[in-house]
């Protein structure tokens, strides 16, 4: 079960313009983007493959949850986010998951600063290269 697991979530980090929501994959649609007000409540550890953080929001009295990259890829980016701090995230509502509503982020604005997560394209910009 783990290798199939292990191969499944590498299957996933070939599709970097997709998001895994109730074991389907979603295509990033641009022309669905739209723009979020809202509170962070939680950043949370998890592993995609490779260790991640996935950021837990309000917005409009619902959790929305978004991946947000690595601890390396924030550091690398002077990014931080802490308990009731507001952000603007711009992404498409994936659908349901779990803990809440999934947004596949493109940005996240923090004040003045921008976290970019994906290009125009929605291919994540975070994710290391796949050995070919």
Same mark, same amino acid.
């Not at 550890?45 to 996935?54: M, V």
């Not at 509503?101 to 596949?104: A, G, K, M, T, W």
């Given at each position: 079960m783990r290798v199939l697991l292990t191969a499944f979530t590498l299957g996933l980090l070939a599709l970097p313009a997709a998001a895994q929501i109730s074991g389907q994959i979603v295509e990033y649609d641009a022309k669905q983007e739209k723009t979020y007000r809202a509170t962070v409540l939680e950043v949370k550890?998890?592993?995609?493959?490779? #260790?991640?953080?996935?950021l837990i929001t309000d917005i409009g009295g619902g959790r929305h949850v978004c991946i947000v990259g690595?601890?390396?890829y924030l550091k690398e980016k002077g990014f931080s986010f802490a308990w009731g701090e507001t952000v603007t995230i711009t992404g498409v509502v994936?659908? #349901?998951i779990e803990e809440g509503?999934?947004?596949?982020a493109r940005e996240i604005k923090k004040g003045e600063?921008?976290?970019v997560l994906k290009d125009k394209e929605g291919k994540s910009v975070w994710r290391p290269k796949l050995p070919k």
């Open positions: 550890d998890i592993n995609l493959g490779l #260790p991640a953080l996935q690595t601890a390396a994936a659908g #349901p509503v999934f947004i596949s600063a921008t976290l």
